[in-house]
């Protein structure tokens, strides 16, 4: 399947990674967290530590004055899902410092990513860059994290699934970006990691470490490979991602990634009438509950966002995906709902 251009994060699975961090990285050090996670590990640091950032926005004014009066340090610890390591990928940037990474949880490809996704005017933008020394996935940290926060990071690998069928879809309409021209070979290495995802749904449901590595070693590679094909991501999100933007701006709610993700890729590859059934039952098999109610939301407005989807691609000017060519009918959401209450229960 072609040779792989670019490179990934140097990355190390093991235990007690955590502890290990006082011992090497640049004295005095900086923990990049979040409030609730600090407490369970403030007990691994030592006197060198500079100080702890507890993360509250990811806005970029925001963090653009934080980075400014940061304690004295001469590295950057990021522990936490997502914010923390995007927050502390921020700092490294600003700062120019060494950065060291620690995801506490399975949620996204942000640890393997090279820029941190932040908010600005409401909208979401990547400003910086940041390569870590290294990436530490720690077994036992990754299992003690909400079984959710863990599963739910399936999604951003499954939805390849529907990714790939809106890229090739927008290539025959002739409607593809003139920057990012479908690409076989592309589709074949996100390929073989949505195959290794989705061969392993029993052991990443129940965290065993097979389970660990093969999900981190595909956000791995998802998380470079924006960077490694041209800053472009049409092989990883498509309509999948369009819904749950959608979703966030008709509830003017925030969700758990991955969740929302599993949601829009259900209801996309009922678009695209693209393996439907497969696609929901290994969200089932992996216990990723997506019924609305356990996002905090009621069926009315996932269907609302179903019904506003069109439009809102054009509004927000995402790229062209089945959104665009076919119409949410009435039977399609009533077809959505009996299914998913089917598989999930009332
Ligand atoms: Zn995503």
Not at 208 to 224: E, N, P, V
């Amino acid at each position: 399947m072609g040779h792989t251009t670019g490179s990934e994060f140097t990355t190390v699975f093991g235990r007690g990674l955590i502890g290990e961090l006082p011992s090497f990285v640049h004295r005095p050090y900086l923990v990049v967290t979040m409030d609730d996670l600090w407490p369970k590990f403030e007990h691994h640091f030592d006197s060198h530590l500079a100080g702890v950032h507890r993360v509250t926005t990811i806005g970029l004014d925001e963090l653009t004055a934080a980075a400014q009066s940061l304690p004295e340090c001469s590295s950057i610890i990021g522990l936490g899902g997502g914010q923390a390591i995007d927050v502390a990928k921020f700092f490294a940037w600003s700062r120019r410092l060494p950065l060291f990474q620690v995801p506490t949880a399975m949620t996204t490809n942000a640890p393997f990513g090279h820029r941190p996704l932040l908010r600005s005017e409401g909208k979401a933008v990547a400003i910086g860059w940041a390569v870590p020394e290294g990436v530490y996935v720690d077994f036992d940290v990754i299992r003690a994290a909400p079984p959710l926060l863990n599963r739910s990071g399936v999604c951003d690998v499954l939805c390849y699934h529907t990714a790939h069928f809106d890229w090739k879809l927008a290539h025959d309409l002739g409607k593809e970006e003139r920057r990012w021209p479908y690409d076989e070979r592309l589709v074949g290495e996100a390929r073989l990691r949505f195959d290794a995802v989705f061969g392993s749904l029993d052991d990443i449901k129940a965290v065993t470490d097979d389970g660990i590595r093969t999900l981190m070693t595909a956000h791995r590679w998802g998380g470079a490979a924006f960077h490694n094909a041209g800053w472009n991501a049409r092989h990883m999100d498509g309509v999948d991602h369009c819904y749950l933007y959608c979703l966030e701006y008709v509830t003017g709610k925030q969700f758990i990634h991955g969740q929302g993700v599993g949601l829009g890729l259900y209801i996309g590859s009922e678009l695209q009438q693209n393996e439907p059934e497969k696609m929901l039952g290994a969200l089932v098999r992996v216990g990723v509950d997506i019924r609305p109610e356990s996002m905090g939301i009621t069926w009315d407005d996932a269907a609302t966002a179903m019904r506003r989807l069109a439009w809102y691609v054009r509004y927000a000017g995402l790229w062209y995906t089945v959104a665009d060519t076919t119409p949410v009918t009435d039977e399609l959401i009533e077809r959505v709902r009996t299914r998913i209450y089917d598989a999930f229960g009332e």
